[in-house]
């Protein structure tokens, strides 16, 4: 049956689930870096009105790397749901990316999870 998915490029249902938890996953990512941008935004404006410009020193670097990696994910992931292999490789970067910059150890568990099994789907892609 495998090889029969190959043959007839048809996704199997396991990779489209792993995609669309992606999707939702890494859409969200880019959603709070957005709202994280915005906000961080806002904050320095306020802060360097009426507390003096050295308070406005909010970190933007975050959620600009977020919105990077959440944005990488997903390109990877639309790759990978059209069966393409580079799909894998891009999504996997930006996961290790985003581990290296400090995401989290909890980041950490759903990351290699994802990995792994997206690797053990690796064969139905081209």
């Not at 043959?7 to 990779?15: E, S, V």
């Not at 935004?41 to 970190?59: C, I, P, R, T």
Request: hydrophobic letters at 55%.
């Amino acid at each position: 049956m495998e090889e029969q998915n190959v043959q007839t490029n048809q996704r199997p249902p396991f990779l489209t689930v792993l995609c669309i938890l992606t999707f939702i996953g890494s859409g969200l990512g880019i959603l709070f870096s957005l709202l994280g941008i915005f906000g961080i935004g806002a904050m320095n404006s306020f802060l360097s009105n009426y507390a003096g410009a050295g308070a406005a020193d909010a970190g933007i670097l975050k959620p600009i790397l977020t919105l990077v990696f959440s944005a990488a994910s997903i390109y990877g992931a639309v790759m990978m749901w059209g069966l393409k292999k580079m799909g894998f490789y891009i999504y996997v970067g930006a996961q290790i990316l985003m581990l290296v910059f400090g995401f989290g150890w909890l980041a950490l568990i759903f990351t290699a999870l994802f990995i792994v099994l997206y690797y053990l789907n690796l064969k139905h892609l081209q």
